[in-house]
């Protein structure tokens, strides 16, 4: 059984452009949710996707948007990027929104 | 105040001890959840609990819904469990984690 994945590994932009993080999930799992973990800090929750809808959004911007595909893989996507969106994104994957979330290892994204 | 609480923020253990990691919440939950993340970022869940206690291994986990507290412990902890250790709790519809601001274990050998 393969894990949850997430591509790249680490990223670096510059302010103001725009960035597509990619995360497949646990096989057999439909949802998947986003989290962001600025250093030191623990996890924010960013959106949850449940088979391909939206599901509910913690406190992000809209320019924190989202896409899950048919197979149940994501992307999270930043426009607009700002100096404070650097941060390690995880994304988590679970069979159904109220059970245990498994954790990919997460990008590293970088804002110069 | 934060709606997840733990405590405490770093710990330092020698090889064999007895390890407790507190974790108290100010919000209704539908689920506790001990995860345990390495440097690197790699976050793995250790437990889901909503009542009573759950065993893995050396790990041990307890919750009390009355007192909205939860324990982690860790039996003759070795140094491979050195890592940081995150209280989160469920909440809403999505089940959308709260993360504690997690407790950093040293165990020395």
């Known amino acids: 059984e393969t894990g949850v994945t997430q591509s790249p590994t680490h990223l670096i932009k510059t302010r103001g452009q725009q960035v597509t993080l990619r995360c497949s999930s646990q096989?057999?799992?439909?949802?998947v949710s986003w989290y962001q973990q600025a250093l030191g800090q623990g996890p924010q929750f960013i959106f949850q996707?449940?088979?391909?809808?939206?599901?509910g959004r913690g406190n992000f911007p809209p320019r924190f948007s989202g896409l899950q595909f048919p197979n149940y893989s994501s992307e999270l996507n930043v426009n607009a990027l700002e100096l404070d969106d650097s941060a390690l994104y995880l994304c988590?994957?679970?069979?159904?929104?109220?059970?245990?979330?498994?954790f990919g290892p997460g990008t590293r994204l970088t804002v110069l | 105040k934060n709606e997840v609480e733990q405590s405490p923020q770093n710990l330092t253990a020698q090889e064999g001890e007895f390890i407790t990691i507190n974790c108290s919440y100010s919000?209704?939950?539908?689920?506790l959840h001990w995860l345990q993340q390495h440097p690197g970022g790699g976050i793995v869940s250790l437990f889901m609990?909503?009542?009573g206690k759950k065993k893995h291994g050396r790990l041990i986990a307890t919750i009390n819904i009355q007192e909205k507290h939860s324990s982690l412990h860790i039996t003759a902890s070795h140094p491979r469990d050195s890592a940081v250790y995150i209280c989160?709790?469920?909440?809403?519809?999505?089940?959308?984690?709260?993360f504690g601001t997690g407790t950093l274990l040293a165990v020395q050998p």
């Open positions: 988590a994957s679970s069979p159904w929104n109220g059970d245990t979330q498994y």
């Open positions: 096989s057999g799992h439909n949802t």
């Open positions: 996707y449940y088979r391909e809808e939206e599901n």
């Open positions: 919000v209704g939950i539908s689920a």
């Open positions: 609990l909503s009542s």
């Open positions: 989160a709790v469920g909440r809403g519809a999505t089940n959308k984690l709260i």
